[in-house]
């Protein structure tokens, strides 16, 4: 009887170590491969079935996805917003409309214009208020040439109903109206506009990326058939993937954007997991097997990679959770179905399919006698070996390279600026981003984007008397232009305007709401400064502020506060997972030490490429704003982390499984590497096909996640899975797989073994 290693405790002696029985697989996944092939014609018909239901029931899943959700709920902006909403009817308006014409705004005939368009823009559905320059004489409404005119409008209902509004009220009223040119943006109106962009850039990534994940197939695979059942898997994992989401919207708010990124995602790893399925079932028909015991074989070892390698990148999207930002949220929900069911799906279509194809699955060779067929046991012994070899030699050398390579490349990221997305996620001279720079250049202090502060429990009586000194306090605050409220208007201390008819709308029987007019933009870091003077002005009463330079107050504080939950989340899942796989200590340290520093390179190139503006050729053209997305970088870990440790995974199973059978650390790394080192090349090429094709959207946060994830993937399969892992693991020599004995023997008992 064939017998295998066990590796010692470190220290013990080779020749002390006792034999262990042949290892087994787990009967679970052997068992559900022979079920699967023995009723593979009720399979196939269950399968197509559900894909036809799913792709029926996903294809409506875009109208149901929502915009926005970047900012922190349940923070103090947040709950200013709701009240202005709730209560008011009011706020910082969601619609501008920038009215441009032949004569000055001024004119008899242009003022009178005006102000019908106004009133007929304020009786419309869905409208709270419209106030413009002629209707309130506010000459920061009136651009500095005076041809121009600005008219507020903010859109009844939550953040999607206000979105599908705007994109109704667009197509209405911008174009020719009467002696105006009208041309519309506003949060509202620049989300409609990102609804629309991602749709398009999907089909376009969806074109780009198929096509060039069956050519890396091709070249990984040879035959054709071979190259095409990945594919297969993969285009089944994205319809189900749509269904998905439009599952999870009938119950949560989802980002818009979780229809690129989970698609890309679910797409990539459905083809890696067929990646891993199909390979290790070529190899075992050339060890000899019949058909029926390669395909067993391969699930029983690959599909219990491939579960596992599911289940860590899972738990980092888990992490997600900790943030309470719908942006984040929706796309932690929506990730972890999509992982599981690109996992499913690749251990419940390959066995059958497997079984029908048999020994097949090498036609239509595109490279014919010029691939290399190895017999069986042969191992590889190509580009892989020579270069884990190479590393084996000089480990700290060729390791210390690449690891002070990788902090070089992350050292931009040492002055990154973050703030929220604004209409320059668009791209440039795209309606909406084109109305939005025209109000930044020629309408200083309009109040477009005021910040808003809510005194919720104000009540009438001495009402007049607490609001008078603080306005005055508030309007005397450096940055601010002027403070509009229930008593008029107020500047420098002094009230510049008298209570009109239109301040009636800033009380109601409780409280009042007040608009602070900044001189500065408030996605910048003069915005956030003002923002915080406002909030130290000492209120009558319990004040909220709010106001988009609040928001990304509050959600930096509220990134920063759950940061250490979510990285301990990814620490301790990761460490206890790890362990249980190879019930050692030092590997599972390892990994996490190794997979934190492959990310360096893609957060310095985020800061080097989409804040600074170097090499922006690479993905196409953009806005550069001198910030990133705030919460991009936490997003862009997580995912990255997730597919980093499912590469970590499929070589750590391999070099494990050499070491049990030889106990030779150095062989089981070469051995590892060798043997995964093409086949973790190619998974990881087509993941970063698969996201790097979101770099070709329109959009600056699609062209970042896509290329930032892209290169942190490729940096991971190649620098560090290459050249760090096994310096490292030739360092550290036997002690790769120490654990304290107590340690030891829980894993002996609980431990994921193949015996």
């Known amino acids: 009887m064939t017998t295998k290693y066990s590796p010692p405790p470190a220290g013990t002696a080779d020749a002390e170590a006792p034999a262990a029985p042949p290892a087994r697989g787990p009967a679970g996944l052997a068992g559900l491969a022979r079920a699967l092939v023995r009723r593979r014609t009720p399979v196939f018909l269950v399968i197509a079935a559900l894909s036809l239901a799913a792709a029926l029931f996903g294809a409506g899943a875009a109208d149901d996805l929502s915009s926005g959700g970047y900012t922190a709920s349940g923070s103090e902006s947040a709950r200013a917003e709701r009240i202005l909403t709730e209560r008011f009817g009011a706020g910082s308006p969601n619609v501008v409309l920038l009215a441009s014409g032949d004569r000055p705004a001024d004119d008899a005939a242009a003022a009178g214009a005006g102000r019908e368009l106004t009133r007929r823009i304020g009786s419309l559905d869905g409208v709270g208020y419209a106030t413009s320059y002629w209707t309130s004489g506010d000459p920061a409404l009136r651009s500095e040439d005076g041809r121009s005119a600005l008219i507020l409008v903010r859109l009844s209902g939550d953040e999607s109903e206000a979105t599908h509004r705007a994109g109704e009220l667009s197509e209405e009223l911008t174009g020719e109206q009467g002696p105006f040119t009208v041309t519309a943006t506003g949060r509202a109106v620049i989300n409609d506009a990102l609804e629309r962009q991602s749709a398009e850039d999907l089909t376009k990534a969806e074109l780009i990326g198929a096509p060039l994940t069956l050519i890396i197939l091709l070249v990984a695979f040879g035959s054709l058939v071979a190259s095409l059942l990945p594919l297969l898997v993969g285009v089944v994992s994205v319809v189900c993937t749509l269904a998905v989401l439009r599952l999870l919207a009938g119950f949560t708010d989802v980002s818009l954007f979780a229809m690129n990124v989970t698609t890309a995602l679910g797409f990539g790893l459905a083809v890696d997991y067929s990646l891993f399925v199909v390979t290790r079932y070529r190899e075992e028909l050339e060890r000899g097997r019949d058909v029926l015991e390669a395909v067993t074989e391969s699930l029983r070892t690959a599909g219990r990679t491939v579960l596992f390698s599911a289940l860590t990148v899972v738990l980092s999207l888990a992490a997600l959770l900790v943030f309470p930002m719908m942006f984040l949220r929706s796309l932690a929900y929506a990730g972890i179905a999509v992982v599981s069911l690109a996992a499913l799906t690749s251990l419940v279509i390959l066995p059958p399919v497997l079984a029908v194809i048999g020994r097949r699955i090498d036609r239509l060779d595109v490279f014919g006698r010029w691939r290399r067929k190895p017999s069986a046991g042969d191992a590889p012994r190509g580009l892989w070996h020579a270069l884990a070899t190479g590393v084996m030699r000089r480990p700290v050398a060729t390791g210390g390279a690449v ?58 009586d001495g009402r007049e008397a607490r609001l008078t000194a603080y306005l005055a306090e508030l309007s005397r605050t450096e940055g601010t232009v002027r403070v509009d409220g229930p008593l008029g208007s107020w500047a420098k201390g002094e009230r510049v305007a008298p209570a009109g008819p239109a301040s009636a709308a ?68 990761m460490l206890v997972l790890l362990f249980l796989f190879t019930g050692s200590l030092v590997v599972p340290l390892q990994a996490l030490v190794l997979n934190t520093l492959s990310l360096t390179a893609s957060f310095g190139a985020m800061v080097y490429v989409f804040q600074d503006g170097h090499l922006k050729w690479l993905v196409g053209d953009f806005i550069t704003t001198g910030q990133l997305e705030v919460t991009v970088p936490v997003l862009m870990f997580c995912v990255a982390f997730g597919l980093s440790m499912d590469y970590t995974v499929f070589l750590l199973s391999r070099i494990r499984e050499e070491y049990l059978a030889t106990g030779d650390n150095t062989r089981a790394v070469v051995f590892g590497i060798d043997h995964t080192g093409r086949l973790i090349t190619a998974a990881a090429l087509v993941v970063a096909t698969v996201l790097g094709a979101l770099a070709t959207s329109e959009l600056s946060l699609l062209k970042l996640l896509g290329a930032g994830l892209a290169l942190a993937v490729l940096v991971d399969a190649t620098l560090v899975r290459g050249i760090l892992v096994p310096a490292v693991m030739k360092v550290c020599g036997r002690a790769n797989w120490w654990a304290p004995e107590p340690l030891r023997r829980l894993h002996a008992r609980i431990g994921l073994r193949d015996d």
Do not use: C, M
């Open 403 to 460: 690891a002070v390579l990788l902090i070089a490349l992350a050292l931009p990221f040492g002055h990154a600026r973050f703030g929220l997305t604004d209409d320059r996620i668009l791209p440039q001279g795209a309606p909406a981003q084109a109305a939005a720079e025209a109000i930044r250049t020629d309408f200083a202090g309009a109040g477009t984007d005021p910040v808003t502060v809510v005194l919720p429990d104000l009540p009438r």
């Open 506 to 573: 800033f009380a109601d029987a409780e409280g009042v709401w007040l608009s602070v007019v900044a001189d500065v933009g408030p996605n910048s870091a003069a915005g956030e400064r003002h923002t915080e003077r406002v909030r130290a002005v000492a209120p009558p009463a319990e004040a909220l502020v709010g106001g988009e330079a609040a928001a990304l107050i509050d959600t930096k504080e509220a990134l920063g506060d759950r940061i250490p939950y979510a990285a301990a989340i990814i620490a301790l899942s």
